[in-house]
């Protein structure tokens, strides 16, 4: 590895100051502080996984024979249901908030998120909606999936499915108003000299994914409250025996639903573009390009929401019209993972739990990407729709992508986070278990998709066993590596290293404070003098990143 970089401290000393730290009842109140806002949703996020994963474990081995010998086929449908709903809407997209707000203040030299207030009302409206939603059970939970497609929506549990739609809005009001939070922190809030080509990728993918949040969740707000409306009051917005159109549901819920993906995948996407240069000791190659490649994605991902409708009545034109944008999505998608690749080669890699998420993340999320172009194709998706070629796609992607990533990240930052350094033995085995779990998982769903067996049901035909018994033996393997990551997690906080404010030698921004940060984050107003990702570039005359806010220094861009 290269030598640390310097950090010039003008006071008297070049130590960090004594520091205040927060004690741990204040991760149990209303708390303005985005450390601990962003800590209460990664807990909370991780526990909703738990649960969520519970519900995929119960299918997956009513799935491992034909009959319905484990759970009946009703509560498969509902525990269906929360199994989706959990995994989008409570562990994935608030994991990625939980991120966004511990890092985006420290990475842009911030004291705080812009609205400190409003940023702990975000969070506080997630637990409620997890509870919600859960409570659902105690009333018939619904068992139309989690797009709540009418009307097999308007037959189920009326109130399991009221309960889903509050649920839902909560969170979705949640996300907006994060976002705002979000966008506003990384434009007004940079320290002197970070102009934006500064700010780390992980924040430039913030922004295309808070935008994308901002411009999409309203729609998805909309067709809740029109189901709702629906559901209690007797209206036909979307009920075909009153002459409305449950096609228009299914446009307003695409319309959010299908962004979702990339709302998902985003931070992870940034969180991976962070990781992989750290751990590589190289410039990220291609800095512009994988940053704009995000807005891209935020602007391409709002017209790409009917190539789920393909088979229902989508005229030609239509179809062809977004087939042909699903398809120029790959485009800047294809832009970072060749952008990795090239940062990794030549590298001296070092293949610690961050990293080697971070490589699975590219390799199974390749996987994703190429199966989301064939869908993208009018004939072959409408060879291959609702068959579980579709559920192998969306989870190379999902659990490949985001979920991978997301570990990656949670390594790469744990130091920042408690300042003890992961045990890494156990971290590799969490890594060695998910990787193959997840290929055992979702390999086999390709060939029977294409072999012709649905999705959404319990019951199939014998010929397709084979391949779900090892699709269930995966899971089960999904399941125990959870095991190894939380021994790690509870190993390291008690017993682990101490890691020093700067393990990695990383340049970013949130490096160059303690670990933990204090309260205050920053003792003085930092001043970014160069990049975040120029390795080896100052190794005869080490640059000075960041220094404190004075006068000499001011008047920098």
Not at 196 to 211: E, G, N, Q, T, Y
Not at 505 to 533: C, D, M, R
Not at 545 to 556: K, R
Request: hydrophobic share 50%; net charge negative; glycine share 8%.
């Amino acid at each position: 590895m290269t030598a640390p970089t310097e950090v010039l401290i003008t006071s008297e000393t070049d130590q960090h100051p004594p520091t205040i730290q927060r004690k741990w009842q204040d991760y149990f109140t209303f708390n303005t502080d985005h450390k601990v806002i962003g800590i209460q949703y990664l807990v909370t996020s991780f526990i909703f996984y738990f649960v969520g994963g519970l519900f995929a474990e119960i299918m997956r081995t009513e799935l491992a024979t034909p009959e319905p010998d484990f759970i009946s086929p009703e509560f498969y449908n509902q525990a269906m249901t929360l199994h989706g709903t959990i995994m989008i809407f409570l562990w994935i997209v608030p994991a990625g908030a939980g991120f966004a707000n511990y890092l985006i203040p420290l990475m842009v030299g911030a004291e705080d998120m812009a609205f400190p207030r409003l940023n702990a009302i975000a969070f506080w409206l997630t637990p409620p909606g997890g509870v919600l939603l859960m409570t659902s059970l105690l009333v018939g939970a619904p068992q139309s999936g989690w797009t709540s497609y009418p009307p097999l929506s308007l037959l189920s549990g009326k109130w399991g499915q009221e309960l889903w739609i509050m649920s839902l809005l909560l969170v979705g009001t949640s996300s907006i108003l994060g976002s705002i939070n979000f966008i506003t922190t990384m434009l007004k809030m940079r320290a002197p000299g970070m102009d934006i080509h500064k700010m780390p990728l992980f924040c430039w993918a913030m922004l295309a994914a808070s935008a994308l949040m901002l411009l999409s969740t309203p729609a998805l707000a909309a067709a809740l409250i029109l189901l709702s409306f629906d559901l209690i009051a007797g209206t036909n917005f979307f009920n075909p025996t009153g002459g409305g159109d449950p096609i228009v549901y299914q446009h307003l819920f695409w319309f959010y639903s299908h962004p979702a993906v990339y709302i998902m995948i985003l931070p992870f996407f940034g969180a991976v573009s962070d990781v992989i240069p750290v751990h590589a000791r190289k410039p990220i190659f291609g800095y512009r390009a994988i940053a704009y490649s995000s807005l891209a994605i935020s602007f391409l991902g709002l017209i790409v929401w009917a190539h789920h409708m393909y088979t229902s009545g989508t005229p030609g034109w239509l179809r062809l019209f977004f087939m042909a944008t699903t398809m120029l999505i790959a485009v800047p998608t294809g832009i970072k993972v060749f952008s990795w690749c090239a940062t990794m080669w030549g590298g001296k890699i070092s293949l610690n739990t961050a990293m080697l998420f971070a490589i699975g993340f590219v390799s199974s999320f390749v996987i994703g990407g190429i199966t989301g172009v064939m869908l993208a194709s009018v004939p072959v998706d409408i060879h291959v729709h609702d068959t579980y070629f579709v559920v192998a796609h969306f989870h190379y992607v999902l659990f490949g992508g985001s979920v991978l990533g997301l570990f990656s990240g949670f390594y790469h930052w744990f130091p920042k986070m408690t300042g003890r350094m992961i045990n890494e033995p156990l971290g590799r085995m969490h890594f060695a278990l998910t990787f193959i779990g997840l290929n055992l998982t979702f390999m086999p769903m390709h060939e029977l998709g294409l072999m012709g067996m649905n999705r959404r049901i319990a019951l199939y035909d014998p010929q397709f066993q084979p391949l779900n018994q090892l699709s269930t033996w995966g899971a089960y393997i999904l399941a125990v590596s959870t095991v190894p990551m939380l021994i790690a997690i509870f190993w390291s906080l008690v017993k682990g290293e101490k890691a020093g404010n700067n393990p990695w030698n990383a340049l970013t921004l949130e490096w160059q404070t303690t670990s933990p940060p204090p309260i205050i984050n920053f003792e003085k107003q930092p001043v970014v003098l160069s990049g975040p990702y120029d390795y080896g570039h100052h190794n005869d005359d080490p640059a000075l990143i960041v220094q404190p806010f004075t006068e000499a220094n001011a008047q920098l861009p």
